[in-house]
């Protein structure tokens, strides 16, 4: 999801063109297009999702083009490839996980993912063993490496529930969202603490009601700056309707985050089941 500057105030910005194509100005004008259908028609959140979001100046862009989009109307798959490459470059301009630590994280949970359901209520698939050798690495290991083996590591107690029962929202949170966003920023980023809250409390009374699942707070001492990445969960068997209904949440309210507090970016994501999505 990119979040496109108002129109108003797309004189003297820099222009963003790939392949002869000036991509401001033609996103705003599938925009407008979509503001004068919805005049004469209602959209609905589950197949119309896109064009929702266009009305508030945010584009989904997606990494493959294999479904079909009313973004391809305008953009080109071509286009709209090259579009991702550039965002994902301007965003992730660090260090990545190497290949011999991918491959190493990858073979000690290739060994576990070898036991059945019937070993973990055994209690015969060892945690301990894979957690050990996770950690012996994260020593070996600083940056983006440390930070992927610390989240891995924490995810790894309840990988198998999965497998045992079906996840409720409680249960993913508790044992999923929360511990992999804690081991991201824990010792990385203190000053982000992230926060399983689907309301917020302010002086031990509920302020607001209509918060996302989750969010992670920025703070400077002990007062929250703001916010910049956004979460909402689902179980595994919910609704097309509600999983694009809090698809275009999470991306109204990212991008809310990001224009109150003048961020260049934001995140937001989805847990569906037990599969993460993210958004931009």
Known sequence: MISLPKLEELHGTSEWV??????????????????????????????????????????????????????????????????????????????????????????????LGERDSRSYVAGTIDNDEARYKLFSLLRKHAGSNRVVLRCVQAVLPGTFKSAVSAISEAELLASYVHPFMQALFSGWEPQKVPHASDKVFSDEKITNNARPDYIVDVYKQADVRYANVIGDLKVKGASKRDIAKDFCRVALLTKEVMDKNKLNAAMGFQAIGIHVYRTM
């Open 18 to 111: 790939i392949d002869n194509v000036n991509i401001l100005s033609t996103f705003y004008e599938y925009s407008r297009s979509n503001r004068l259908q919805q005049t004469e028609m209602r959209f609905l959140v589950k197949k119309d999702a896109e064009k929702i979001l266009s009305l508030s100046g945010i584009f989904v862009l997606k990494k493959h083009n294999k479904t079909s989009s009313t973004v391809e109307s305008v953009f080109s798959a071509s286009v709209q490839e090259k579009m991702y490459k550039q965002v994902m470059k301007r965003l992730y301009h660090g260090d990545c996980v190497g290949d011999r630590v991918q491959r190493k994280v990858g073979k000690i949970i290739k060994v």
